[in-house]
């Protein structure tokens, strides 16, 4: 069992959001990054257990310069087998999609999984774009996933039904919560991460889309406290208020 | 130049998300002064697809050889298409789970600029520009899309539809998809809890957190959410210990909401609950904790033991019902 993880870099969930260069560019001044925790946390988890289960290996791979290192670190101390970086401006999802797609077409990856978003551009474009580019499934927003033989089967949450999609390998699967639990290397996965093999390829794929300007949104009006036997008149601001009931 | 817009149907109608992306795709036709034209899929009657027409919308090419149920290889197909039929230049979804599965393919296959997630009409006053929601909630971005064919999936609940045309012509569209054997087997699973209002479409969700001490309390949220007609949803920290199931917990790392009114209750307001639930239009949070974060998120608030102020609140519900029924 080949499998292939997408991860990537995100700034950590308590990131101040801040831009610069005339709003045109994300400030990384003092940003810590992360794994995605999609990526992190379900993808690689649950294929680190698909492969403890079944045998074969885990590749990750993720788009961006030499700075990426650290998060790659992360996630081979966490199990994953070895790394490939693809050196490049991660600009948008079809740049990435792409060179990720041209990096696995001969590889035979058995399946190919990422988190169901990132938590920057919170897409969800890049394993859909993938699939396709393979010719191969997709099933998104996976929040259960095996395999069987030569069958994955993936619970998906639609309309607050669950459905169980199965389809043959090879397959491109996105995850929600549910799919893994997160897990936290210890000292041996962490020594062990220092010499694994990252790999490094090159890709001059243009992105399709560009951000031209960042904005903050409208800062929310002071909170209006309502005494707690009050409530009365809490119903009634809500309905002739703020109209939402 | 036309539009083409996918729409998903359910119990016979067009979906409400749908519904949006329709009004939303019909609204961009008349800027650029092209058509649009809504493709429907699923078991739907002639007169309901044509009522996409309703919400601007010239045509309906109605599918008439897919299964009942929703399935990503088969749409993606059908939609290829439409896109092939009409020489469309601008495909929109809804950025729902039908939407999040298919665009990325098509946008993949055409080799067309792809934003996911819009939140507002395009500006095509110079060039073609779209803005969406980015790091969770907590910022905007305005991209740009330099190819020639664009797709779009639009952020339920964030554009509303708009009722302002006349039933359309349907024509059946028969996609050829008959000899097209899906890779995909799809089986429903009965769902354990019981129904109730959806929790990604309602309007009105009641959400609480650690602050009920024990999964027992949850009682008084079930009835305070009932009696509003709401969905329930819960804090990351109680579907990890078990107390809630998994699907009900919002925030960074499970699902992003946008209700129309959001009550918060015994949650302290972490940064990574914020931005699964910063989409919503009025925020409620009851906490005994003045200094609880999530104040400063909050439209109004109520300091007080949940155990409480919950009851009363759901009382002032009820008479507030009997009152204006």
């Known amino acids: 069992m080949k499998i292939l993880v997408c991860i990537s870099q995100v700034p950590d969930t308590t990131t101040k959001i801040a831009f610069t260069d005339n709003d045109t560019r994300f400030n990384e001044d003092k940003v810590q990054y992360i794994v995605n925790p999609y990526d992190e946390w379900y993808a690689l988890v649950r294929a680190l257990e698909l492969k403890e289960t079944l045998g074969g290996n885990v590749t990750i791979i993720t788009a961006g310069n030499a700075s990426v290192e650290a998060i790659i670190r992360k996630a081979l101390a966490i199990g994953a087998d070895d790394a490939v970086r693809i050196d490049m401006d991660a600009a948008d999802a079809w740049s990435v999609a792409k060179s990720i797609a041209d990096y696995a077409a001969d590889k035979g990856f058995d399946l190919i999984l990422a988190g169901k978003e990132t938590i920057d551009y919170n897409g969800s474009e890049v394993p859909g774009m993938i699939a396709a580019l393979l010719n191969q499934p997709y099933i998104a927003l996976g929040s259960k996933l095996d395999v069987n033989g030569n069958t994955a089967s993936v619970e998906v949450e639609v309309d607050g039904e669950v459905e169980i999609i199965s389809t043959a390998l090879p397959c491109v699967v996105s995850a929600a919560k549910g799919m893994a639990e997160q897990r936290i290397p210890n000292m041996r996965g962490i020594m062990a991460a220092r010499t694994k093999a990252i790999t490094v390829v090159s890709s001059a794929e243009q992105a399709l889309v560009k951000v031209h300007k960042f904005s903050l949104p409208k800062p929310k009006s002071e909170v209006k406290l309502i005494d707690a036997d009050q409530m009365d008149t809490l119903v009634q601001l809500l309905h002739t208020e703020a109209k939402v009931i | ?325």
């Not at chain 2, 998903?8 to 034209?37: D, V």
């Not at chain 2, 033991?305 to 009363?312: G, L, N, Q, Y």
């Open chain 2, 1 to 325: 130049m036309s539009v083409i817009i996918f729409a998903e149907t359910a119990k016979g109608s067009i979906k409400k998300a749908s519904l949006e992306a329709i009004s939303y795709g019909a609204q961009i036709a008349a800027q650029l002064q092209t058509t649009a034209t809504a493709v429907v899929g699923g078991a739907i009657s002639t007169e309901e697809a044509a009522r996409a027409g309703e919400y601007g919308v010239s045509k309906v090419l109605l599918a008439t050889n897919l299964p009942g149920h929703f399935d990503p290889m088969l749409v993606e197909q059908l939609v290829l298409k439409a896109v092939d039929a009409s020489s469309a230049k601008i495909v929109v979804f809804s950025h729902d789970y039908a939407g999040r599965s298919v665009a990325p393919r098509i946008a993949a296959r055409l080799k067309a600029g792809l934003v996911s997630g819009a939140v507002a009409l395009p500006d095509t006053s110079a060039g073609f520009v779209v803005r969406k929601n980015v790091f969770s909630g907590k910022a905007l971005a305005e991209y740009q899309i330099n190819t020639e064919v664009k797709v779009i999936t639009l952020l339920p609940n964030s554009v509303p539809a708009q009722k302002n045309g006349a039933a359309a012509a349907v024509e059946s569209f028969d996609a050829a998809l008959a000899g097209v054997q899906s890779s995909l087997k799809i089986e429903k699973k009965v769902r354990e809890h019981k129904g109730g209002v959806l929790l990604t479409e309602a309007e009105l969700v009641v959400s609480a957190g650690r602050g009920m001490k024990d999964p027992s309390n949850w009682n008084i949220i079930e009835e305070l959410a009932d009696t509003m007609g709401a969905a329930t949803a819960c804090s990351r920290p109680v579907s990890d210990i078990g107390w809630r199931p998994h699907h009900e917990h919002v925030g960074q790392t499970g699902i992003a909401i946008r209700p129309n009114l959001y009550i918060a209750v015994g949650i302290s307001g972490a940064i990574q609950h914020l931005a699964g639930v910063n989409g919503s239009k009025v925020i409620v949070v009851i906490n005994k904790d003045p200094e609880a974060p999530f104040f400063k998120a909050a439209d109004y608030g109520v300091v007080g033991d949940a155990m409480e102020v919950v009851p009363r609140l759901t009382e002032a519900f009820r008479k507030f019902k009997a009152a204006n029924s």
